[in-house]
């Protein structure tokens, strides 16, 4: 007999328990296995849950007008069950007044023994009568009784869902609020980054152009006189005025590089004209030649290699002046190209 058999007979029929053990090990590693994958599953669905939350806050809505609805029609029932609760209440009083009349009418007959049994056996049929619709009013008040505690159980639970619809209204409307906070922050940070790189833009252009009397700064913006870029009554850009591009590309370029890729800017070019009328077989009017300016010096830029989606041309014509003098020189500062940077 080998080593191992007289080891178990020794411990009384040869119990031996290592296999058990694994297939309950087997089975527990099973279980916790099952339960992750129910864990996973349920942190799926709260997440679907989450991201629909404007779905489910819609429809919460609509619940809650139904709710409201129906709530305003039980209680308009429980208005009727009550009224006809009331006159039940009153039939059942007179029926019992008229029994205890009918029962004084029996105990006087009974005393005097004046009257007939035949009398006294109608009597008490009436009254058997009268009873027996006290009865019957009775059971009807019993029913209207259970039909207004089904009501009011009714109503409970239409105040507890339109106090969780309330609630999750409420933290969805907190939800929004707090978004819309750092929206509105993430913008202004946008914005102030902007107007940063806007006045590095402009002291750029203002070193470049320092030495240049017929180009002027204005508040927020770059004014060219026209005739630094075109000649009068002329759309094309003279060559003078091409140089001046290029040069005005070259900053725009490297302002370009330093400016993150996720703020919207654009170079907005505004034509202007002074308030000499213009009418030629190539335009019409100052509003066509204020245009056309725009669109030229945004297609010489494009040349120069600016993006066109960064470039935006409109033309005002002659109604909007820097200077309202009806004289020579203030003409010739109406007639301009305006460049300013802003967001698009």
Known sequence: MTRLARRRNETGGGAYYWPGFVDAMAQLLLVITFLLSVFMIAQFMLAREITGQDTVLSQLRSQIAELSELLALEKS?????????????????????????????IDVLRQEGTQSGTALTALQNKLTGEKKISAEALARVELLNQQIAALRRQVAILNQALEASETRDQASKTQIADLGRRLNIALAQRVQELARFRSEFFGRLRRILSQRSDIRVVGDRFVFQSEVLFDKGAAEINIAGLAEIGTLATAIQELELQIPADIAWVLRVDGHTDSDPINTPQFD?????????????????????????????????????IDLADTDQAKAKNRRIELKLTER
């Open 285 to 321: 009017s100052n509003w066509e030649l204020s245009s056309a300016r725009a669109i030229a010096v945004v297609k010489a830029l494009i040349a120069q290699g600016i993006p066109p989606n960064r470039l935006v041309a409109a033309g005002f014509g002659e109604f909007q002046p």
């Open 77 to 105: 029932s429980k208005t009727e069950l009550s009224t006809t609760l009331a006159a039940l209440a009153d039939d059942l009083k007179s029926a019992r007044d008229q029994t205890s009349e009918l029962q004084g009418i």
